[in-house]
């Protein structure tokens, strides 16, 4: 069983700053990517951003590219999600998600590229 645990959610103003944590553990697997989604009310779940395991590269979604970092502590198989300028549109419960195949950088947009899920943690940004 592989255990997926997201911490660091909470309320803050717009503008402010918040910093996610992913932690994932549990059973042996490898982890090619680790993604992070969101998820408002009403909404469909999206693409936040992710980063691949080896290498680092990041992938973002196009409405938080420069307010958001993704990195990763390979080590603690942990991933953090650092947003800053936070806005109102990004009230949401964020998940972190770990993919154990690999597959073209594309295709960790998607949510059928990850195989775990964690339970997620609620963002909300005040306006």
């Known amino acids: 069983q592989v255990q997926v645990v997201e911490s660091g959610g909470g309320l803050v103003q717009a503008g402010g700053s918040l910093r996610l944590s992913c932690a994932a553990s549990?059973?042996?697997?490898?982890?090619?990517?680790m993604g992070w989604f969101r998820q408002a009310p009403g909404e469909e779940r999206e693409f936040v951003g992710a980063?691949?395991?080896?290498?680092?590269?990041?992938y973002y979604q196009s409405s938080v590219k420069g307010r958001f970092t993704i990195s990763r502590d390979n080590a603690k198989n942990t991933v953090y999600l650092q947003m800053n300028s936070l806005k109102p549109e990004d009230t949401a419960v964020y998940y972190c998600?770990?993919?154990?195949?690999?597959?073209?950088?594309?295709?960790?947009?998607?949510?059928?590229?990850?195989?775990?899920w964690g339970q997620g943690t609620q963002v909300t940004v005040s306006s």
């Open positions: 549990g059973r042996t697997f490898s982890t090619y990517a």
């Open positions: 980063i691949a395991w080896s290498g680092g590269r990041t």
């Open positions: 998600a770990v993919a154990s195949t690999y597959y073209s950088a594309a295709y960790y947009q998607r949510k059928l590229a990850y195989d775990y």
